[in-house]
């Protein structure tokens, strides 16, 4: 709930806990154990930057994040809590936001795509889940495309450049370093896997726009909330971590440096958060840091969910300046050595006990704490939080259709772009017919515009004319489909 120009979130015995605007790229941090609250907790900050007239995007494992599209309903519960929190009813409206629906795989919201190329050889070896080895081989393929202007959009095209590079390994082993057939044969297996789970619809055009994400509605200049629809896609959590950490990275290489400002152009909210660490390899993670640490000044503002503070690295951890604390339990050792390690994450209140507290905390209750107007922690509060404007729980399909089909962005990403088709084989020379002796032979007919290729003969992925490379000549005329032929290294290939 906006109030005063800042997000009201809760109230403690200090009274009302507001996350102020330009405090907001700070990034933050929701925590806590199964059903303590956490949904609540950001659908009242996402509901509170869009009022704010700043974008949203967050991503919806469980489907109760679709009823932002539709208001509210009282009850008694609310009201008591209103009560509780010290909000006047008058003040607190229940109402619908303007939001998106998004989905990698196009069923319930408009398709998310990229290309291959777009996500780049590090997170690509990501959701292929390589070793060292294969995301070296990775790295060389991705060069070899940069060189030969090769388009790397899906992942039949990812295909066709590994079986070039596997049939010419021992060429461009010379040039970038070991390439195996092994490895080559293992990133295909890989590929074949990811196209099973539903890779191949990812990976295409049109690809999204990041910009579509940051705009506002113009009638009533709340900012969109972008919803990502992960039922399915946290199916695969290799692939749902490695597109959030995609459309991060996207976010950072695409927006100018802005500074501090008097509110974030876009808020992030990444929910499981702890899959986008799991099984990190080290180039990976310190891209991840770097890009949490400088996102900042580009005015993006992105808060992770999870159970633990712990599942989040301590590098990322102490970017976190704003952070909500719901309850924990400490069934086991590892329970309690978290539950220590999220209440030395606070300032301390000396009103109460902050470890003893993380353990008592009722359901909708948590420990806040958001950064002042000087960029300090505040010292950690027990608080209430608000309940959301919006409804609580889950649309109907047939609502969700029509927010499909009425939206901005409908017809825009819904159909995929096809490849073009290849052109039909020229045509061989028709021999001359044989004449008997005692006839004079006629003349061969000339046949009109029927182009001829140069004793190519064509064979799939596989070199055609073999040139020294020191005699060879790049070709005089252009083919009219680049993807069917291929002067590398003075060799022909048929792809």
């Not at 997000?7 to 154990?33: K, Q, S």
């Not at 499981?272 to 993670?285: I, T, Y």
């Amino acid at each position: 709930m906006l109030h005063d120009g800042r997000i009201w979130v809760g109230t403690g015995e200090g009274g009302p806990v507001y996350l102020l605007p330009h405090m907001a790229n700070r990034h933050g941090l929701i925590a806590g154990a199964t059903g303590t609250g956490k949904t609540v907790s950001l659908k009242v900050l996402a509901e509170g930057f869009s009022d704010m007239g700043v974008p949203v995007f967050l991503s919806d494992i469980k489907s109760d994040l679709s009823g932002m599209v539709k208001p509210g309903a009282g009850s008694e519960a609310i009201d008591r809590r209103l009560d509780g929190c010290g909000v006047p009813k008058e003040e607190f409206l229940f109402h619908a936001y303007p939001s998106v629906f998004w989905d990698v795989y196009g069923e319930q919201g408009h398709p998310v795509r990229a290309t291959v190329q777009d996500m780049g050889p590090l997170l690509m070896s990501r959701m292929l889940s390589l070793n060292e080895t294969q995301s070296g081989v990775m790295n060389i393929i991705f060069r070899v495309a940069a060189r030969e202007g090769f388009p790397l959009i899906d992942l039949q095209m990812l295909k066709d450049l590994l079986i070039m590079v596997g049939s010419n390994a021992k060429n461009y082993t010379l040039e970038y370093g070991n390439v195996s057939v092994a490895s080559v044969g293992a990133i295909q297996r890989a590929v074949a896997v990811l196209e099973d789970q539903g890779g191949s619809v990812f990976f295409g055009e049109p690809a999204i726009d990041i910009r579509d994400w940051i705009e506002t509605d113009p009638d009533s200049g709340k900012g969109r909330i972008n919803i990502l629809s992960a039922d399915r896609l946290f199916n695969n959590p290799t692939m749902y971590s490695t597109f959030l950490l995609w459309m991060l990275t996207k976010l950072y290489d695409l927006l100018p440096e802005q500074g501090d400002a008097e509110k974030p152009k876009i808020v992030f909210f990444f929910d499981e958060a702890h899959l986008l660490f799991n099984n990190c390899s080290r180039p990976l993670m310190e891209k991840i840091e770097q890009v949490v640490r400088l996102v900042r000044s580009k005015g993006v503002g992105v808060y992770f969910i999870t159970q633990s503070p712990a599942d989040i690295p301590m590098t990322i951890l102490g970017q976190l300046g704003n952070r909500i604390q719901h309850a924990l339990r400490a069934y086991t050792p590892l329970d309690q050595k978290a539950v220590k390690t999220a209440a030395q994450t606070f300032r301390t209140n000396p009103a109460f006990d902050t470890e003893e507290a993380i353990t008592t905390l009722k359901t909708g209750e948590a420990l806040v704490s958001f950064l002042d107007e000087h960029g300090a922690p505040g010292v950690v509060e027990r608080a209430t939080i608000l309940p959301p404007q919006s409804y609580m729980g889950a649309i109907t399909p047939e609502d969700r259709n029509l927010v499909i089909t009425t939206s901005p962005l409908y017809g825009i990403y819904e159909e995929r772009a096809e490849e073009p088709a290849p052109e039909p084989e020229p045509a061989a020379p028709q021999a001359a017919p044989v004449q008997p002796a005692a006839q004079v032979p006629q003349a061969v007919p000339v046949q009109p515009a029927i182009p001829v290729q140069p004793a190519i003969p064509v064979q799939p992925a596989v070199p055609v004319i073999m040139v020294p490379p020191a005699q060879a000549a790049a070709p005089e005329q252009k083919l009219d489909d680049p993807r069917r032929f291929r002067f590398i290294n003075g060799v022909w290939y048929y792809i």
